[in-house]
Each structure stands twice: as C-alpha cells, then as structure tokens.
C-alpha cells in the first residue's frame, strides 16, 4: 500500500451527481432518515485509512467501559495517522459540510473540529454500545444542537455472524426497524434527533485478533435560542428484563458526569482514567 495517495479524499463530483438520489433515499429512511453508502471512499484512500487505524493499545485511547457501553474512542488528531486525520479534516471541509446539509435537508450545518465524543471507535471481541439516543448539545458549545452523525466503517472481511451491525430502532423502542452490518468502505449517515435510536447492543464474537473499528463524525447546528441540553439517553430493548434497571441507573450517572463535563470543561479523558484505575488489570 502506497503511503501516498494520487486519488482525493472524498470524490465531491460523484457525490454531488448523485445528490438527488441520495437525498430522495436519505428522507425516506426509515425507522428515521438515514442512508448507507458502499464504496464511500477511493478505495485507496478507505484502505490506506484501514491499514493506518492505530491499535487500541496506543497512546491516546479513552476506554469507554461501563454499563451501557464497551468500547473505545481516539479523538486527539494530533495523535491521528496522517492517513485518517487528512480524512477527516476533507469531511469537515465546507463543501462537504454543504453537500451533507443538501442531503439531509438540514441547513447550515457545522462540522466540530474537537470530535467530542467522536473520531476513531474501536471494539474488540466482547464489545457493544446498548441501544440509545445522542447527546442533544454540545459539551462545550451551549448554543451548538446535534443533528447528523457519519460513520465510516473499516473493516474488511467482516462476517455477518460475528454481530456488530447497526440497529436502527423504533421511536417508541418497540423492535429494531434496520440492522447494517460495519462492512469495509461503507458509510451510514443518520439523524440525531431525541428518540433516533441505535446502538450494537450484543457482544460481538469476532475473533480475538480483530476489531469493529469506525470513523465517527458529528455535525450541528447553531442556534439562536440554547437547545434542550440532555445526555445519551439509553434504552432497555423488549425482552431486556432486569437489566432494564441498570441501563437506567448507568445512564443517570452518565448524565451527571455529561453535566459535570459541561460545567467544569473537562473531557473524557478524565473518566476514561477512572474508571482505568478501577479495571482488573489495573489492580492486578
């Protein structure tokens, strides 16, 4: 694989021929607008950015490891391979914002170069994300409302029967309405209004030598009154029983830190530590 590339990082021609389609099936999404994209990126470009993806061992890291969630995120792009961090500076580069807005029929559109709770996830075998809805605000930005999210999947030779696709479920939680599995190059871009609920709540069983890795991009809106502010808001699924009880109990700790986080401008970089002290490795 060359470590440089002739193609561009995002073909913003096809892209825009295929603007009308894309925004016809985007609004007509359901269980809320969303669409899937194959082939997103040059292929090139999708698989220099796969064979760059830095392992969850690295520097940098925040382990998301609680209740409701057990994965990882790299937000930090100064610690981005070169690969991915040009990437992800194209998909917030104006004219892509533009077309993103065109396509999902939501104007103006800002992309967050902090990547708040974005950037690079990573799961390994045993990890999942429980079925919820978004963070509505911005940590850092009152006025900043959450609106699109993209991801951009990489990983080749995923099987079906491992798990890890994205539920896409009901508004009243009643039955997961679409499932897409986190296939190499494609990317899922989606709606995040208070009850677009999605998540990958079942342990995947990839083998240990893999991991479900994506690209996680938001997009917002700036308004002129402070939105509604509430954190991730997880959910039970039908059939979840007792441990409905601490979904719920989790995500109200999780509220509390999202309001600490807000107050006191901090990241999650500091509970990720936490919570890494607390770790069986740790005491070990």
């Given at each position: 694989?060359?470590?440089?590339?002739?193609?561009?990082?995002?073909?913003?021609?096809?892209?825009?021929?295929?603007?009308?389609?894309?925004?016809?099936?985007?609004?007509?999404?359901?269980?809320?607008?969303?669409?899937?994209?194959?082939?997103?990126?040059?292929?090139?470009?999708?698989?220099?950015?796969?064979?760059?993806?830095?392992?969850?061992?690295?520097?940098?890291?925040?382990?998301?490891?609680?209740?409701?969630?057990?994965?990882?995120?790299?937000?930090?792009?100064?610690?981005?391979?070169?690969?991915?961090?040009?990437?992800?500076?194209?998909?917030?580069?104006?004219?892509?914002?533009?077309?993103?807005?065109?396509?999902?029929?939501?104007?103006?559109?800002?992309?967050?170069?902090?990547?708040?709770?974005?950037?690079?996830?990573?799961?390994?075998?045993?990890?999942?994300?429980?079925?919820?809805?978004d963070f509505t605000v911005h940590p850092h930005k009152r006025h900043w409302r959450r609106r699109v999210n993209l991801l951009i999947y990489l990983n080749e030779g995923w099987e079906a029967d491992w798990g890890g696709a994205l539920e896409l479920w009901e508004r009243d939680m009643s039955r997961c309405g679409k499932q897409i599995l986190p296939v190499f190059n494609r990317a899922v871009v989606f709606n995040t209004d208070e009850d677009s609920y999605h998540g990958f709540p079942d342990p995947i069983t990839c083998p240990e030598d893999v991991t479900r890795r994506s690209i996680a991009l938001y997009y917002f809106t700036e308004e002129k009154q402070a939105p509604s502010m509430r954190a991730t808001n997880y959910r039970a699924r039908p059939g979840d029983g007792l441990k409905g009880i601490l979904i719920w109990a989790d995500k109200k700790a999780v509220a509390i830190y999202t309001w600490l986080k807000g107050k006191l401008g901090i990241n999650d970089d500091v509970v990720s530590r936490i919570l890494g002290w607390f770790s069986p490795q740790k005491r070990r």
């Open positions: 694989m060359p470590d440089t590339l002739t193609s561009p990082m995002l073909d913003l021609d096809r892209l825009t021929r295929l603007l009308p389609g894309l925004a016809d099936q985007y609004a007509a999404g359901k269980p809320y607008p969303h669409i899937a994209m194959d082939d997103f990126l040059h292929e090139d470009v999708a698989r220099l950015a796969m064979d760059s993806f830095p392992d969850v061992r690295d520097a940098g890291w925040i382990h998301y490891v609680h209740v409701n969630e057990k994965k990882h995120g790299l937000n930090k792009l100064d610690l981005l391979p070169s690969p991915i961090r040009q990437l992800i500076e194209a998909c917030n580069q104006p004219e892509f914002v533009a077309l993103l807005s065109e396509m999902t029929g939501i104007p103006n559109l800002l992309p967050d170069p902090t990547l708040e709770g974005g950037g690079l996830h990573q799961s390994k075998r045993g990890g999942y994300l429980n079925v919820h809805a």
